[in-house]
Every structure is written in C-alpha cells, then in structure tokens.
Antibody, heavy 123, light 106 residues
Framework: QVRLQESGPGLVKPSETLSLTCIVS????????WSWIRQSPGSGLEWIGN???????????RYNPSLQSRVTISLDTSKNQFSLVLKSVTAADTAVYYC?????????????WGQGALVTVSS | DIQMTQSPSTLSAAVGDTVTITCRAS??????LAWYQQKVGKAPKLLIY???TLQSGVPSRFSGGGSETEFTLTISSLQPDDFATYYC????????FGQGTKVDVK
C-alpha cells in the first residue's frame, strides 16, 4: 500500500520560496500520477496542481490557474519523490499542504494522501 | 472556470439518520466527480469517484449519484464515525473542490 509523507520547512518568510517534498513509499512514483492540495486554517481544500508521469513523455504538469505563475511541481524518479515549489509567498499561502496520489490515467481523483504539512508564512 | 457549490454548508443529524449532501457544478462535468470525508486534523479520505463508484473499503452506507451538473452523496443510517466534513471534487480537466459540508450532531 502506497504511503506519502510531506517534508519541508514549517516557517517561510514573506516574499520567499516555499519548498516541500513528498516521499513516496510502498510503490513506484512512475506507476501513478501525483498532486498537491492545500487547506488554509479553518477553510476548505484548494487544488494546487498535478504531475503526470509517462514513460514516453517523461512528466507533464497541470496547475491551478490562480497559482500557475508561482508554482512548480517536479518529480524525482531516482528518489521516488515529488516536490512543490511556490514562489513569492504571502500570509495567504499559510496552509496545511497535502500531497496525494492519482491512481489512474482516467480521472484525477485522489486515493492516497499524506498526513499534511503546516507551512506558516511569517517574518 | 467551473465552480462547485455544496449544500447545505452544515447539516445536523442523529445517529441512524439518512443524510444527503448536494454538489452542483456551474457547467456540465459528466460524471467526473469524487467525494471525500475529512475529520479534524486529518487528511481527506476518498469515498466515491466517478460520481457513484464506491472506493474499496468504504462502507456501503455511503452512496453517490448524479451526473452533468447535480450530484449527491447519501449516507444511510449515519454512524458515530460519520460526523465529519465532506467535500466534492470536480476533476473534469482541472480540479475544483466544493466548499465543504459539515455533518454534526443534532
């Protein structure tokens, strides 16, 4: 059974870059697709973006239009992990960040989630 | 952009009740809809995908229905473990979540 674990700094200064990694165990990162979602304190879920791996094309990405100019998701197949980078953060980016798995190529629903990592943006 | 609107925002119910949550899409999304359950301090858990397909291991008291723009999640005979917040997710092309429905104790 695949397991996901987020890791990264819990505190980031305004205008700096947020970087998180999702370590995947119990399965190969090349066997599925992957997603990042966040949840601001007391709020609902916000999709950040997805990364899709193909043996033919490598990886491709799809992002939330509201974050697209600041976000990058990448895969590291050698380490079986994927990453989120969010630039120029503000207090509005304070949230619990989740990584999740997209189990099929026929729909981006999320069947396995990490426990979440709280990132606070503050000076 | 597609918007997903859940109703109600909060639903008060008792153990044994049957409850229904509605999720409406601002335009047709076929059956590209999932439902999740989230408890406080925990990650969401997938309940249903493709509008009505029950995820493995999820109790059969959960059921999903609908298509195009209107979808429902029904919990039959509500159990103590079911008090939580529920989210719908459209995954037609981009992903969009509904704002959530909290099911609490009447």
């Amino acid at each position: 059974q695949v397991r996901l674990q987020e890791s990264g700094p819990g505190l980031v200064k305004p205008s700096e870059t947020l970087s998180l990694t999702c370590i995947v165990s119990g399965g190969s990162i090349t066997d599925s697709h992957w997603s990042w979602i966040r949840q601001s304190p007391g709020s609902g879920l916000e999709w950040i973006g997805n990364a899709y791996y193909s043996v033919y094309d490598g990886w491709t990405t799809r992002y939330n239009p509201s974050l697209q100019s600041r976000v990058t998701i990448s895969l590291d197949t050698s380490k079986n992990q994927f990453s989120l980078v969010l630039k120029s953060v503000t207090a509005a980016d304070t949230a619990v960040y989740y990584c999740a798995r997209i189990p099929t190529s026929w729909g981006d629903y999320l069947d396995s989630w990490g426990q979440g990592a709280l990132v606070t943006v503050s000076s | 952009d597609i918007q997903m609107t859940q109703s109600p925002s909060t639903l008060s119910a008792a153990v044994g009740d049957t409850v229904t949550i509605t999720c409406r899409a601002s335009q047709s999304i076929g059956r590209w809809l999932a439902w999740y359950q989230q408890k406080v301090g925990k990650a969401p858990k997938l309940l249903i995908y493709k509008a009505s397909t029950l995820q493995s291991g999820v109790p059969s008291r959960f059921s999903g229905g609908g298509s195009e723009t209107e979808f429902t999640l029904t919990i039959s005979s509500l159990q103590p473990d079911d008090f939580a917040t529920y989210y719908c997710q459209n995954y037609d092309r981009l992903s969009v979540f509904g704002q959530g429905t909290k099911v609490d104790v009447k």
